[in-house]
C-alpha cells in the first residue's frame, strides 16, 4: 500500500504542472465566456428597453432571463470542457509512453523498484482518475463563482435564479460528465474505469510485442467493446426486440464488465511480469 | 506530509466537490410541487387504484416526469436506477404485467392497448411485419392461462392492413377475444384527410380459429384535430360495439375581419364535430349508421347499450349527457359548475372504462380545474369527483408559473 501510494504520488507530481496549466486554460476560457454573455445579454436589454421602449416583464414575455443554464450551451463553456477530456485521453497513453520515450528510458527505473509491477499500473490508473474527478469537481466549484458573477452584474427581475444542483441536472451536455444520480455516475464512472483498464492492456500488448503488438491490442479493446456489446446485438439480432428486462440486462452487463476488468488486469499482470521489455 | 500535498489537495478536492453535489441533488425533489388528490365527493376507495402520468417544467431547461396516485407524487428521480433506464414512461399496467408474470412478457411490446386481461388469461396482440415492406403480414395473438400458465399463439396470416394501422384495443372476455386496428388507408395530402377503417378481429378460445374481420368504414377524417373512440356494451360479454369519428372543430367568428381569434374566444368557438357513428353487431357483423339528431354532444365517454355518453363543456360548466339511440332523445345526466374557468375539450385526456365505471380526467392548463370525475354508465350518476390539488403555489425560485400536464390516466389491478 506504501509503495503504492508513493508511485501515486509521484505520478500525480509529475503531471501536476502540465495538468493545473490544463485547468487554468480551462476555466479562464470560460470565465471570459461567462463575462462576455453576461454583458452582451446586459448590452441586448439595454438597447431593448432604451427610452422605456419596454418594462422588465414586456422583454421577459419576448425573451429568457438570465442564469446559468444560459452559459452551459455556448461554445465558450462546452469547448474548454471538451479540451479536458481530450486532454485526460491523451494522458491515458501518455502516461505510459512517456516512461519509455523519455531521453532517459524511465521505466527501467520503475520496473526495477522492489515492489509488485502492478503497483504501477494501478498508481497510474488512480492518477487518471484522480484528474477526472478532480477537473469535474473543480467544475462544480467553478460554477458556484459564474453564479456569483451572474448575481453580481445581471439585475435580479432579468435573472434565472435556477439552483446549481437543478441546472446542472437538466442540461445535457453537463449531465454526460455530472450524472444526476449517485447510482449513474458509479455506472458512468465504473465504464469509464473499465475502458481506461483495457486501453492500458492493450498499451501493454504493443510493448510487449512491438509491431505485432499493435494489433493484439487492437484486437484485444474491439474484442472487449464486442463483448460487452454482445447481450445488446444478440437480441436485437435474434428478437428485434430487448428480450430481456433491464435489470437483467443490468446484471449480465455488470458481470461482463467486471469479467473484463479481471481478465484485464490478469493480462496486465502476466505482460508486465514477463513479457515487458525496456 | 508536504510530499504528498498535491495529491492530498486534489483528493480532497475531488471528495468535498462531488459530496456536496450529490448531497444537494438528493434533496433536489424537495424543491418541487408535490400534488395530492381530495375527494370533493363521492367514494374514495374509486380512485384506490388510479395512477396519473405527468410532468412538470418551469422554463427551457427543467423538466420532471412523476406518477401520481391516491398515496400522492413520485418523480422520476425519485426511482431507483433500474426504474429509471427500463423506459420509465411505460404504462403502470404493463409494468404490473411484468413484475407478475416476466416470462409471459419478456420482449413484448410495451404499449398497454395492445393488452387485455381476465379473471384466467392474459391476451396480448401485436403485428408480424414482412420483411420487405412496413405492413403488418400477419396479426397475432398471444393467451396465458394465469392459472395453468400454459401459452397459446394464435396467427391471422393476411390481415390486409396498411402501413400505418395500430391496435387500439384488445377485448378479451371468458369465450374470445377482439381486436380493434385502426388502418389507414390512404392520405390526401393536399386537404390533409385520411381515409380510414376499423378492422375488427375475433378470436374464439374454444374453436381455436379468427372469424372473418368485420371492417368498418369511418371515411375521411383530418389528420388533425380528430378524435375516433371506440366503444363496447358491455366488456364482459360484447356484443355490441360503437366506433366515433369526428374532430374538435372551431366556429367561424361572427366577424372575420377582426382578425385572430384571443385564446379564450377560440376555446369558446370549439366544437364537437362527429362525422361517423356506427354501431356494430358483433354476432352477425352487421355494421349501422347513427345519425345523431342533436348538437347537445361533446367528447365520446361511453356507451352502455342503449345511451351514448358525452361529456360536454360550455359557458355553463361541464355536462354529461346521454343519447339513446333508439329514442333519439338526449338527457343530461349530470352538470358541473366551472366557476368562470376555461376550459378547452383538448383538455379532457382520454376516457377510461373500468368495468361500469367511466373516469374522466380534466387537466385544464389554467386555472385549478385539475380533476377527476367517474360516473357510473349503467345508473348515469356521478359517483366520484376529485381535485388534483399542488401543496404549495405552483411557481419556481422566480416566482414564473411551472407548467403542469397531467398527461394520461391508468386503471391499474
Redesign the interface.
Known sequence: MKNY?KL??FE??RF?KLYFLMLAIIFSVQLISVFYHIFSYLAFVKMETKGGRMTPEQFLAEH??FGL?NVFYTRGFLIPILIGVVGLILYVFFIWYRDWMARNTFIYRLLMLPTSRMNIFYAKLSAIM??V??T???Q??FLVLYKKIIEWFIPVVY?????????????PYLNTI?P??????F?AYGLGLAAVIVVFTAILFERSFQLVGILYGLLYAVFSFVLFSLPLVVQLLM?E???????EM?ILMTAIVIGIIVVSLLTSRYLLNHKVSV | MKKYSKLIVLTVVMLVAWTVFYVHAHQITDSFVRFSIKTIEGDESLIEHVVIRGDMSSSNFTYEPFVLTKDGTTFMRETSFIERISDYHKSEKVKQLQLKHRQFMRGKNVNSDNYATTDDKIVYADFIYSKFNFDPEKVKIETLDKNTNEKKTAVIDNPELNTFAYIEKVIAYDEGVYVAVENYLDTDYETDMNEITWNIYHYEFSRGTFDEPIVVSLGKIPSYNNITQFFVDDENDPKEMIVLAGLIDYAVPEDEASGFPSYEEEIVSEYINLSAIKKVDLKTGNVTDINMETDQNGIPVGYNGKELLFIERNAAGLHYHAYDIETKKTTTIVSLPLEGAIVSYWDFSEPIQDGRLIYTLLNSEYGDNKMILVIDEKEKELVYKGAIEPDRLIENRNGDEMIVYFNEMEIVD
Open positions: 501510494l501515486l504520488n500525480i507530481n501536476s429568457f432571463p443554464s484522480l484528474f474527478l478532480t469535474v469537481g473543480i462544480l466549484i435573472r434565472d435564479d435556477l439552483s446549481i444542483t437543478m441546472a446542472v441536472v437538466t442540461s455530472v444526476a444520480h449517485l447510482s449513474s455516475f455506472v428478437f426486440t430487448l428480450y430481456l428486462y433491464a435489470d443490468f
